[in-house]
């Protein structure tokens, strides 16, 4: 959902900043927490730690509206950017040379 929310950001709605690096990497993160704001908006914990946007009630209803065609549009730009939705595995800890000891 966050993903496809920062197609919309620059429509208005989302009180959210996107980040640098976009969605690549996203695919298992989910909703922990839905934070009331008054009685307008939200706020979303993601199982990812980021937690800073505001949406409108407003603002998702559309997103719920407008799902299969955000869907499209935010699959299209990965494809495009060439990236995946997939967790990028970690890097393998640096070998250390034979005798050297790690300080």
């Known amino acids: 959902m ?3 929310a920062r197609l919309l950001a620059v429509r208005g709605g989302a009180r959210s900043r996107p980040r640098p690096g976009g969605a690549a ?7 922990t927490a839905v934070e009331p704001v008054g009685n307008y908006a ?12 505001l949406y409108s009630w407003d603002y998702l209803y559309g997103m719920g509206v407008d799902k299969e065609r ?6 299209g730009r990965m494809a495009k950017e060439g990236a995946s ?3 990028v595995p970690a890097a393998a800890p640096p070998q250390t040379k034979p005798g050297w000891k790690k300080l």
């Not at 990497?25 to 909703?31: L, N, R, T």
């Not at 955000?70 to 699959?75: D, G, N, S, T, V």
């Open 85 to 87: 939705r997939e967790a």
């Open 25 to 31: 990497g996203k695919k298992d993160v989910d909703i």
């Open 70 to 75: 955000l869907w499209k549009e935010y699959l």
């Open 42 to 53: 939200v706020r979303l914990v993601f199982s990812d730690g980021h937690d800073t946007g």
């Open 2 to 4: 966050r993903t496809v």
